[in-house]
C-alpha cells in the first residue's frame, strides 16, 4: 500500500507560503450545538470558523464555508448522506481541500459513504471530516481544536490522494476504519486493530506510509440493501425473508464469518437466486471470499462493519452492477493489515 511521510509545515499548500483556500461544508452536529443561557441553538459554519480566523491566518489557510445541514446525525438517512457527499464532490472539483463539520454518531458513515463515491486521484485534495464530543458553550469544548486540526490537515499536501479522513483528538483515521466506541469520552474514536493513518499536533501534519489512498468508487448506490443483526437462536425464516429477491443484504455474523448451521440453507437459495448476501461481523476479520464462503454462497465484508459493509454494497451494485463485478467492488475495498498486503490476493 503505498502513502506517505510528509511532515510538511502546515498549510504549504501552495509553494511560498501563498495561502491555500479549504471549503468547509457544515453538517449539524454537537460541534455547532451551542447553548447561549436562555436555550439551544446550532451555530453556521462561518460562525465556528470565525473563532479561528488568528491560527488560520498563521497556519495560511483560507476558508470559504456552505452551511448544508442541520442538527443530530441520527437523523440523516443514506439521501441526506450522499446529498454531503456530492457536495464534497463538488469542492474537490473545484480544486479545494475540504473540511466537513460532522455529529459524531454517524460521521463515520457519512465520511464512508463519501469514500465509496469520491473518484480517486493521486493528487486529490484531502477530504477530512470532523466533529465534537462536547457541545460550542462547554467550558472545555474540543470543537474549536478538531475544526483548526481539521482545516489544516485540509490544506496540507501531506493528506493528497488518501482515501477521506476522519479527524479527531489530533488522530487521523481512515473513514473505512474508523468507529465511535465510546459515547462519552473525548477519546471516542478508534481504527482498531489497524490503527489511525495520522497525527495532527500543533499544526504538523503526518500522514503515515501506509495510510490507504483513494480507492475504487462507484456513481450511484443500489436502493434496498437490507442488514440483519444475526442473534443465537435466530428464526432462518426471518433471514430468509430478510434475503427474498432482494439484489443484496448483509448478515452480521459470528467471529470469523461463522453463521449457525440452521442459516446455510436460507443462505445458499438466496445466493443461488442472485442474491449478493455479505457477511460481516464484529470482531475484525478482513475476509472477502474463502472455500467455505464459497461452498455456503456469500461474501465476506473485507473487515468493514456491518453499518459501512450496508453501504459498500450498496455502492457495489450502484448503476445495475452484476453481481461478480460487484463483489470484485468489494473486495478492492476490503481492509487489509499493512503485513498481510504481500500475501493478499
Ligand atoms: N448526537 C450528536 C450527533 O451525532 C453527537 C455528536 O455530534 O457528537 O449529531
Given at each position: 500500500?503505498?502513502?506517505?511521510?510528509?511532515?510538511?509545515?502546515?498549510?504549504?499548500?501552495?509553494?511560498?507560503?501563498?495561502?491555500?483556500?479549504?471549503?468547509?461544508?457544515?453538517?449539524?452536529?454537537?460541534?455547532?450545538?451551542?447553548?447561549?443561557?436562555?436555550?439551544?441553538?446550532?451555530?453556521?459554519?462561518?460562525?465556528?470558523?470565525?473563532?479561528?480566523?488568528?491560527?488560520?491566518?498563521?497556519?495560511?489557510?483560507?476558508?470559504?464555508?456552505?452551511?448544508?445541514?442541520?442538527?443530530?446525525?441520527?437523523?440523516?438517512?443514506?439521501?441526506?448522506?450522499?446529498?454531503?457527499?456530492?457536495?464534497?464532490?463538488?469542492?474537490?472539483?473545484?480544486?479545494?481541500?475540504?473540511?466537513?463539520?460532522?455529529?459524531?454518531?454517524?460521521?463515520?458513515?457519512?465520511?464512508?459513504?463519501?469514500?465509496?463515491?469520491?473518484?480517486?486521484?493521486?493528487?486529490?485534495?484531502?477530504?477530512?471530516?470532523?466533529?465534537?464530543?462536547?457541545?460550542?458553550?462547554?467550558?472545555?469544548?474540543?470543537?474549536?481544536?478538531?475544526?483548526?486540526?481539521?482545516?489544516?490537515?485540509?490544506?496540507?499536501?501531506?493528506?493528497?490522494?488518501?482515501?477521506?479522513?476522519?479527524?479527531?483528538?489530533?488522530?487521523?483515521?481512515?473513514?473505512?476504519?474508523?468507529?465511535?466506541?465510546?459515547?462519552?469520552?473525548?477519546?471516542?474514536?478508534?481504527?482498531?486493530?489497524?490503527?489511525?493513518?495520522?497525527?495532527?499536533?500543533?499544526?504538523?501534519?503526518?500522514?503515515?506510509?501506509?495510510?490507504?489512498?483513494?480507492?475504487?468508487?462507484?456513481?450511484?448506490?443500489a436502493p434496498d440493501v437490507p442488514l440483519l443483526t444475526v442473534y443465537p437462536g435466530i428464526d432462518p425464516s426471518q433471514v430468509a425473508r430478510t434475503l427474498d429477491g432482494r439484489r443484496g443484504a448483509v448478515l452480521e455474523v459470528f467471529g470469523d464469518l461463522n453463521v449457525p448451521r440452521t442459516l446455510w440453507a436460507p443462505i445458499h437459495e438466496a445466493w443461488r437466486a442472485g442474491t449478493l448476501v455479505v457477511l460481516a461481523s464484529?470482531?475484525?476479520?478482513?475476509t472477502t471470499r474463502s472455500e467455505g464462503l464459497d461452498l455456503l454462497g456469500a461474501v465476506g465484508a473485507?473487515?468493514?462493519?456491518a453499518?459501512?459493509a450496508r453501504?459498500a454494497t450498496m455502492?457495489a451494485l450502484?448503476?445495475g452492477a452484476g453481481r461478480d463485478d460487484a463483489i470484485?467492488?468489494l473486495h478492492?475495498?476490503?481492509?487489509?493489515?499493512?503485513?498481510?498486503?504481500?500475501?493478499?490476493?
Amino acid at each position: 500500500m503505498a502513502g506517505r511521510t510528509a511532515p510538511a509545515p502546515a498549510g504549504l499548500g501552495v509553494a511560498g507560503g501563498a495561502h491555500v483556500t479549504v471549503r468547509l461544508i457544515a453538517t449539524g452536529g454537537t460541534i455547532s450545538s451551542h447553548h447561549d443561557g436562555r436555550g439551544w441553538t446550532e451555530l453556521a459554519g462561518s460562525e465556528l470558523v470565525a473563532e479561528l480566523v488568528d491560527d488560520l491566518d498563521r497556519a495560511g489557510v483560507d476558508v470559504e464555508v456552505v452551511d448544508v445541514a442541520a442538527g443530530p446525525s441520527s437523523h440523516l438517512s443514506v439521501d441526506d448522506m450522499s446529498a454531503i457527499a456530492g457536495h464534497v464532490r463538488d469542492a474537490v472539483a473545484d480544486g479545494h481541500g475540504v473540511v466537513v463539520t460532522h455529529g459524531t454518531d454517524t460521521i463515520e458513515l457519512t465520511s464512508f459513504l463519501a469514500d465509496l463515491l469520491l473518484p480517486a486521484a493521486a493528487d486529490r485534495p484531502p477530504v477530512v471530516f470532523t466533529g465534537s464530543m462536547r457541545v460550542h458553550s462547554h467550558p472545555q469544548p474540543d470543537g474549536p481544536r478538531n475544526l483548526l486540526d481539521a482545516l489544516v490537515v485540509a490544506g496540507d499536501r501531506a493528506a493528497r490522494g488518501c482515501g477521506v479522513l476522519v479527524c479527531v483528538d489530533g488522530l487521523l483515521h481512515a473513514a473505512a476504519r474508523v468507529v465511535k466506541c465510546d459515547a462519552g469520552s473525548l477519546d471516542a474514536f478508534s481504527s482498531a486493530p489497524l490503527g489511525p493513518v495520522g497525527t495532527v499536533q500543533g499544526g504538523t501534519v503526518i500522514v503515515h506510509d501506509d495510510a490507504p489512498l483513494a480507492g475504487p468508487h462507484a456513481t450511484d448506490l443500489a436502493p434496498d440493501v437490507p442488514l440483519l443483526t444475526v442473534y443465537p437462536g435466530i428464526d432462518p425464516s426471518q433471514v430468509a425473508r430478510t434475503l427474498d429477491g432482494r439484489r443484496g443484504a448483509v448478515l452480521e455474523v459470528f467471529g470469523d464469518l461463522n453463521v449457525p448451521r440452521t442459516l446455510w440453507a436460507p443462505i445458499h437459495e438466496a445466493w443461488r437466486a442472485g442474491t449478493l448476501v455479505v457477511l460481516a461481523s464484529r470482531p475484525f476479520t478482513g475476509t472477502t471470499r474463502s472455500e467455505g464462503l464459497d461452498l455456503l454462497g456469500a461474501v465476506g465484508a473485507g473487515g468493514l462493519t456491518a453499518q459501512k459493509a450496508r453501504l459498500a454494497t450498496m455502492a457495489a451494485l450502484g448503476g445495475g452492477a452484476g453481481r461478480d463485478d460487484a463483489i470484485e467492488f468489494l473486495h478492492a475495498r476490503r481492509l487489509v493489515r499493512p503485513h498481510d498486503e504481500r500475501s493478499s490476493t
